[in-house]
């Protein structure tokens, strides 16, 4: 008999914090009602450390019920100078009224709402190589200002 695959576990890998700037509202667009989100700085701590750079964004879709569909792209410096992508893809709905609140750049309680991504990790830095062989998801949360997160590392 063969081995049935393995059971995945979540590791904790990294925390962020990345600072947004004003949302740029671009309306109904033949692909959805489409925002823009800047994104000016930040930090990556725990098992990476890093600061977000200015310039990356969050290009959101709306959808017809609230819900947003996440699509971040951002880079990051460590201390010693290298360079480190992130993609970060996902979800962020819940009951229309938290929805609409957060719309508005309310803070809402994370345990009112779901909001998860999955993130995918560049870099030619050799030491951080790893991070580009693994898969990490996230539970997010939403401030007026930020979104916090914790990535886990799926084994």
């Excluded at 600072?19 to 489409?34: M, S, Y």
């Excluded at 930040?42 to 609230?66: H, K, M, Y």
């Excluded at 569909?69 to 480190?84: F, H, K, L, N, Q």
């Excluded at 898969?135 to 590392?153: E, G, H, L, N, Q």
Aim: glycine residues 10%; hydrophobic residues 40%; proline residues 6%.
């Amino acid at each position: 008999m063969i081995d049935p695959p393995t059971v995945p576990a979540l590791e904790r890998a990294f925390e962020v914090n990345v600072r947004l700037g004003p949302l740029a509202d671009h309306g109904q667009t033949r692909a959805g009602h489409r925002r823009v989100i800047p994104i000016t700085g930040g930090e990556i701590s725990g098992g990476v450390q890093a600061r977000i750079l200015p310039g990356g964004a969050d290009w959101q879709l709306v959808r017809g019920d609230g819900a947003i569909d996440i699509d971040s792209r951002y880079s990051a410096r460590t201390p010693d100078g290298e360079m480190v992508y992130l993609q970060v893809t996902g979800l962020r709905t819940g009951p229309a009224d938290v929805l609409d609140s957060l719309l508005k750049g309310e803070n809402i309680a994370p345990a009112r709402y779901y909001f998860r991504t999955v993130i995918t990790i560049e870099t030619s830095a050799a030491r951080l190589r790893h991070l580009e062989d693994s898969i990490f998801i996230a539970s997010c949360a939403r401030d007026a200002d930020a979104v916090r997160y914790t990535a886990y590392r799926i084994t």
